[in-house]
């Protein structure tokens, strides 16, 4: 099942979570595959009109790399061809005063060429129309779930939101003489995962210096925790020791 979440704002624009975004998915899911889309309330005229766009964009990001990624060795065998073919060409038909430079020049443009038509051919082929046509056929058959505990997860991001960037990173990076408020979710562990992956696959993509800055974050609570739990084996030594 594919399980998208809508989580609404406080002045500020939607979030439309969805594993349309997780490229190493796009070729598990099967042409029937059930479309949930899970929010804290019914949809305004508003919202429901922007989801198809969000979904189509989301399908078509997803597709192309997928199929790019799939085709990747044959494109690189064959821009190996090229430029191995087009630089033997050169060097034995052309003469130049320069060896080798104008050759590698050409060879090298001649790849990118290629490269990039191999790239575009891939993504208008049959195999990616035809996911493209069925994720997008589903999408629009999907159906809409009320989930409540929802409601504490939008809370949790306007309220974060409201804090200073410096101070917040430091919250969550432990570091900070003044903890971050926890949420106050209910919903299973595996809907709070689900959705911290979601949103990791949106930054990604989407504000790629969010997602930067996140990442040394995440590295630095791991490694804050990491020596918190260390403290008490070095406090033991030390008072062995002495």
Sequence with gaps: MI?????????????????Y????????????EQVVLKSSGMLTKNQRMKLPMHSTQ???FSVDRWIQNKQYIPRLLISAAVFTASYFFFSLVIRDPVPMVDELLISGGLVLLAWN???KRDTRSSIA??????????????????????????????EASSEDSLELCNSLAL???EPLKPISYEGSNETLKELGELLTHYLRIYNKSLYK???????????RRKM????????????RSG
């Excluded at 994720?135 to 306007?158: H, M, N, P, T």
């Design 3 to 19: 399980t998208c979440y809508l989580i609404q704002r406080q002045n500020k624009e939607n979030l439309t979570l969805s594993p």
């Design 58 to 60: 989301s399908i078509d």
């Design 228 to 239: 918190n739990s260390l403290l008490p084996v070095y406090s033991s030594i030390t008072c």
């Design 175 to 177: 570091v900070s003489s």
């Design 129 to 158: 129309q035809r996911r493209r046509y069925e994720l997008k056929l589903r999408c629009g058959e999907r159906e809409q779930e009320i989930d409540e505990q929802l409601f504490a997860v939008e809370a949790f991001l306007d």
């Design 21 to 32: 975004l997780d490229i190493n998915r796009v070729g598990h899911w099967s042409e029937d």
């Design 213 to 223: 800055t996140a990442v040394k974050v995440h590295n630095q609570r791991m490694q």
């Design 117 to 119: 038509y191999l790239a």
